[in-house]
């Protein structure tokens, strides 16, 4: 049978990363009619001019803790600032008196613009869960006739993306690492499926060994070959695997916030009824 391992070992934590700009075009999708994504600090964001409630605008923002905020604006509303509203969301293939109506709590604010809205978050998961691809009307009070119907938020898939990228990177404090990361998964990162058909026909073995980064989300960002296997194959599998699998509880400073923390990982790649692999070696300088 294939033998895979990997060793986790500690080096140091990292510096905290430089604020992201204000607002950016993080993507665009396919068509020009949907919106565009934005980026800021601490999240990710669409835009959307209501086409069910002319003069409506809205916005969906999706942060690094997968919280979803869904807020509506228009010059013809008057809501008292900082109030807490009673609203209902409703999933648009749904009536007002059936099924899948979920009481919730809008807080009053108003735009850049001076314009009065309201606004509702929500967990991402919770969203996806329960709507799906579906638009979301939002009620107030007891109110029949929804006040805005919000375009699919949780069907936001490019605004995911982005959002679990942003968290990604996510310095949190970016203060010294007082308690080490520690793994958070309910199954093996590697399994023998991992190792790739090419490598096993060229018996390709050895030991990859990485440097990567831990957010204060628990996800993995920056991984880097400092040790190759001596094949390329195993060496981009090995940080592809880490990358998309690989959990953590992530580090806490000495005031108990999240905090990044850069770590090494040797992982072992190993041919069935093979002895242990030879050391690894340093990777090559990068051309150019």
């Known amino acids: 049978m294939t033998c895979l391992r990997f060793i986790l070992a500690v080096t140091c934590c990292v510096a ?13 999708y396919g068509s020009p009619d949907l919106p565009i994504v934005y980026r800021d600090a601490t999240g990710c964001l669409q835009k959307y001019t209501s086409s069910l409630e002319p003069g409506v605008d809205t916005v969906i923002r999706e942060d690094v803790t997968g919280l979803v905020t869904m807020s509506a604006y228009a010059g013809k509303w008057q809501f008292p600032e900082n109030a807490s509203h009673e609203v209902r969301l409703i999933p648009s293939f749904y009536s007002a008196s059936e099924g899948l109506v979920m009481p919730a709590q809008a807080r009053s604010l108003r735009d850049a613009r001076g314009r009065s ?8 998961a919770q969203l996806r869960d329960a709507y799906r691809g579906a638009n979301i009307a939002l009620h107030l009070g007891a109110d029949e006739k929804p006040l805005v119907t919000f375009d699919a938020p949780a069907s936001g898939s490019l605004r995911h993306r982005c959002a679990v990228e942003l ?8 203060k010294p690492v007082a308690t080490k990361a520690i793994a958070d998964m309910d199954r093996p990162v590697v399994t023998n499926d991992d190792y790739p058909p090419a490598a096993l026909r060229a018996e390709q073995q050895g030991i990859t060994t990485m440097s990567f980064t831990i957010s204060a989300k628990g996800l993995i960002s920056n991984c880097a070959i400092i040790g190759t296997s001596g094949s390329a194959l195993l060496d981009n599998t090995a940080c592809s695997i880490l ?3 690989a959990r953590f509880k992530p580090a ?3 005031d108990g916030n999240p905090t ?10 190993r041919l069935p009824g093979n002895r242990p692999p030879p050391p690894p070696t340093k990777a090559p ?4």
Request: aromatic letters at 8%.
């Open 117 to 124: 809205g309201l606004s509702v978050s929500l967990p991402y």
């Open 167 to 174: 968290s990604r990177v996510d310095p949190g404090s970016g």
């Open 243 to 245: 990358s998309a699998r």
């Open 285 to 288: 300088d990068p051309v150019g």
């Open 252 to 254: 806490l400073d000495a």
């Open 260 to 269: 990044e923390e850069t770590r090494t990982l040797r992982f072992e790649w």
């Open 16 to 28: 905290a990363l430089p604020a992201a700009a204000q607002e950016i075009e993080w993507s665009r």
